[in-house]
């Protein structure tokens, strides 16, 4: 009887990772495995180094210290960032092929074929290899799976051959969960994948997550998401950077963490009454040595030896457990206070009031390329609340652009109160964007001096080390939160929020 076969275990493992920006710790000594069938989430405050980890696991950053290994070294591990990433003039087809991997294993191969042809030492031990990696992606077959995957996604074959940048916003979100669906990597590595989606969308990631055969790492703040789909938590924590894990989903990873604080709050009050009670017994012993001290030293000689010797005696165990009360609190471990993170009160200065009518569309038309949106008719009056939903690509944030009066209408009219002071977050974050710093960009949006935007970015959890970034190179929570202190600082009577929740922690 032959041997039976030996199948190895795949594992990305990470070991005591870190990794600093300008002098800032991002992360420390962060550790972690995953193996066939993980369902990892990672969690932590925005702008805690959450993508960043997910990078150096990918191979696109290099940690400072630590290791990153794979197992097999053929490991394929993908990561799909939360923004879109389209190069100029790409078109769909070619932005899915880059992002499951499919392109770069096609390049690989087509010059491993030219070594081989050129009869170049070990070409066909390089070919094989490549080849394996080709087939392993779904290279040979990626065409028909894509055409096959948008359809089902809402994406028509004519949009595969149409440039990224003139898709519309929800058609880009469909484009980024076409890819998680047509990807075949080991280890799928995915920040943020709910972004953008509508309830359809989210219910079709979580049916690609569950029927993957390989692991799934994934950054998200969407509570309910992590509830369903991962079965472990990385939280990376702000006091100290590091990595600490917790068995199960959402809600037993805020349950635990709650349990575990509790504990050390306990712990920590507990520590202070012993260190309390035993200073309080340590001055009182001394004050009684002290005192017995100065009394035998006002007392004449005393000629009993007896009573001389007893004086002496008491002074003496007296100073004794002063000592023992001093050693007592010196064995004493040393506990740090519990960790209290900031907390955030947002509160949005009002200006003016506004008319009774905010805005008004009456029978509006647009035409963007072939899409239509209307005709439409609403009315927003002071202090509604309207929601606007709806498929991705369906117009949400056409509509918006209509009532801000930013697109022309084919039809129809359009009209906005002129007392109405709009705050705006827009959806891909690019208000206070450019290559200035944050700071700079802040002082000339909002009209305030350096000291005051400082001080108002600071409540918003951006210190000197964002603060002095330009925004592009901030992650999109921090810039998200950026936009909001803008929003406290001017003041508004409307707001307008396209896809406020995400990138928010």
Known sequence: MGRPAVTLARVLAAKDICYSRGGQVILDRISLSVGARTRLGVVGPNGIGKSTLLRILAGQLTPESGVVSRAPASLQVGYLGQE??????????????RRTGVAQAEASLDQATSAMAEGRPAAIEAYGEALEAYLALGGDDFASRAASVCADLGLPA?????????LSGGQVARAGLAAVG??????FLLDEPTNDLDFAGLDQLEGFLQALPGAVV??????????RAVQRILEITEQDHRGVEYAGAWSEYVERRALSRSQKSAAYEEWRAERARLNERIRTQRSWSEQGVRKAARKPKDKDKAQRDFRVNRTEKQASRVRISENALARLPTLEKPWEGWQLHLD??????????????????????????GPVSLEVGWADRVAIMGPNGGGKSTLLAVLLGRVALAAGT??????????????????????????DRFV??????????RNVLAKFGLGAGEVLRSAE???????????????????????VLDEPTNHLD
């Open 84 to 97: 879109p990433d389209a190069r100029p003039g790409e078109n769909l087809f070619d932005y899915l092929a």
């Open 158 to 166: 004519d949009r595969l051959g149409v440039d990224v940048g003139e």
């Open 182 to 187: 047509l990807a075949r990597f080991d280890v």
């Open 218 to 227: 994934v950054v998200s703040h969407d509570r309910a998401f992590l509830d």
């Open 348 to 373: 949005l200065a009002a200006s003016e009031r506004s008319g009774d009518v905010v805005a008004r569309l009456d029978e509006a038309v647009v035409h963007r390329g072939g899409f239509t949106l």
């Open 414 to 439: 359009a009209w906005m109160g002129p007392s109405v002071k709009v705050g705006e977050l827009d959806q891909r974050r690019v208000r206070l964007g450019g290559t200035a710093t944050l700071l």
């Open 444 to 453: 000339e949006d909002c009209g305030v001096l350096p000291e005051e935007a």
């Open 473 to 495: 190179r901030l992650s999109p929570g921090e810039r998200t939160r950026a936009i909001l202190a803008a929003l406290m600082v001017k003041g508004t009577n409307c707001l």
